[in-house]
């Protein structure tokens, strides 16, 4: 795979200052000025974008790099970065490096799978190293803000070897179990802290955690938090942290009440794009198959068969449960990740699938984000979202940072006019074909069937345990300790570091993700 610095992105710089914060610098990034040969016809607002903010165009240069060393990265992080197997920036980072490694506000949009960790992650470290202020105990001095655990994991996968090489701790801090390491970790003292909203305010609340110095701020996927109702808690996180410090913003849209977000904490911050938010992926390829009730899930089952990683989209927890339990009874082992499953199980479960040991994940919309798995040759909407934002970020999962992949949605003949408007709305033409069980395009689509496991008999004895509590999955794998602890390196698979061999159960070989 080449990892060059591909395309061009876009860059915009706003002309006058919209921030309401109090006491903030004032002039400090204005940029009035127009890109050469360029009118004031062709300054565009991020109304026209997703966001409600002027942002008018910057005469700024893109630097466009070859490598990282040209950016301005630290040599330790590069050789960091080198030994995971990224050894050219994405354009996402060619893009913003410059303007965040010399302390700007930022927002940063890129499709999924484009590399916005280490955007932030690189100047995020590079801004703690430079002010050389020491950890204190429950004072953070940067905080990453995510929407979900699973993605809480993976930034702190991304960065932690970064940090490590710079003599910086990182820790995590979401719900789903206990608190008692999270506040050990931060009595500790700690610099980098990667959070979701409401266990961070219940730590906050606690005098646990305290914000006065954090001197950079991340918001990750912040278009997912607004999503799921966390805003107002997001806010009340950042009027804790200190006024005038730098705040990045990335996510792969900027609409649903960001420009509000962007109004109140963002400082004359530049806008980077690498590309339009409904332009479609070039090695996605989309299919639709028309089915009728009584053959769907025959269907799917013939989908999920093939040798290579397939990652299955239900609406409900319940269908999703219910998913996994018919595909394992078929011989297809299958994991389920939803919002019901307990913390531990859900990291065990997409360990499982992360590492090969499982080829099939049934999930729900709200683990769509967490998802960051190499290799998934395809995503099947079993069940096709209700809305094309969901849609977009479901199949975001595949086709990541060049690879191709495949987007199967199952649709009956009373879903077609919702169907059709998904993919107009999503900006996708997709080849649309009426299958039944054996049709040759399912074939084309899984590839060979993997060998079907037949599922090991429940003993008597665990059928029904004398507790009431199902006994476990047979095909679940050994449980494994919770990742992302603080500061520990060589936990990272993200971006391509060392991977357990079993990976290559997948068929596939392992590559790096981008993020």
Not at 60 to 66: D, E, F, G, K, L
Not at 235 to 251: A, C, E, M, N
Not at 433 to 455: C, F, I
């Amino acid at each position: 795979m080449n990892h060059s610095a591909p395309s061009s992105g876009t860059s915009r710089r706003d002309g006058k200052r919209r921030s309401s914060r109090p006491n903030a610098p004032q002039g400090a990034r204005q940029n009035n000025s127009q890109a050469p040969g360029r009118d004031s016809s062709e300054s565009r607002t991020s109304e026209q974008q997703g966001v409600s903010v002027d942002l008018a165009v910057s005469s700024s240069p893109i630097v466009h790099a070859a490598d990282f060393a040209v950016l301005g990265v630290p040599a330790a992080m590069i050789e960091v970065l080198a030994r995971t197997g990224v050894t050219a920036p994405f354009p996402i980072q060619s893009a913003t490096l410059p303007d965040s490694m010399a302390g700007r506000d930022l927002l940063g949009r890129g499709k999924t799978g484009s590399g916005k960790t280490i955007a932030f992650a690189i100047p995020t470290v590079t801004a703690l190293v430079k002010s050389a202020k020491r950890r204190q105990p429950q004072k953070p001095r940067a905080l990453i803000l995510v929407p979900t655990r699973e993605l809480a994991n993976q930034v702190a996968e991304t960065i932690t070897p970064l940090a490590t090489a710079m003599g910086l701790k990182v820790t995590t801090v979401f719900g789903g179990v206990g608190q008692g390491p999270q506040v050990n970790a931060l009595k500790s003292g700690i610099d980098i802290l990667v959070a979701c909203p409401g266990r961070l305010e219940d730590l906050m609340n606690q005098r646990h955690c305290k914000l006065d110095q954090v001197e950079v701020t991340v918001l990750d996927e912040a278009d997912h938090m607004a999503d799921l109702g966390f805003l107002p808690g997001v806010k009340r996180i950042l009027d804790q942290t200190p006024v005038g410090t730098q705040r990045l913003l990335f996510s792969a849209t900027l609409d649903n009440g960001i420009d509000i977000l962007v109004r109140r904490y963002l400082s004359n911050p530049t806008v980077h794009s690498v590309d339009p938010v409904s332009s479609a992926i070039s090695t996605m390829t989309h299919h639709i198959v028309s089915v009728s009730a009584a053959d769907k899930l025959a269907v799917v089952t013939r989908l999920a068969s093939g040798m290579d990683r397939s990652l299955l989209f239900m609406r409900t927890k319940h269908g999703a449960k219910k998913l996994a339990k018919q595909l394992i009874a078929s011989g297809i082992p299958a994991v389920e990740l939803h919002g019901n499953l307990s913390q531990n199980a859900r990291e065990r479960n997409l360990e499982a699938f992360t590492d090969g040991s499982t080829r099939v994940l049934v999930a729900t919309d709200i683990a769509a984000r967490g998802i960051h798995v190499d290799d998934i040759a395809l995503v099947v909407h079993v069940d096709p979202p209700a809305e094309h934002k969901a849609f977009t970020h479901r199949s975001g999962r595949t086709a990541r940072a060049g690879a191709d992949g495949v987007v199967v949605t199952v649709m009956m003949p009373e879903q077609a006019k919702d169907v059709r408007d998904l993919a107009r709305a999503a900006g996708i033409n997709p080849i649309v074909t009426k299958v039944e069980p054996g049709h040759s395009l399912l074939d084309e689509l899984a590839g060979p069937a993997a060998p079907h496991v037949t599922p090991a008999p429940v003993s008597a004895a665990v059928a029904h345990p004398p507790s009431g509590r199902s006994p476990r999955s047979n095909t679940m794998p050994a449980r494994t300790s919770q990742r992302a602890s603080a500061g520990r390196p060589g936990q990272a698979r993200h971006n391509g570091a060392a991977r357990p061999a079993a990976h290559a159960a997948s068929g596939r070989p392992a590559q790096r993700r981008a993020r």
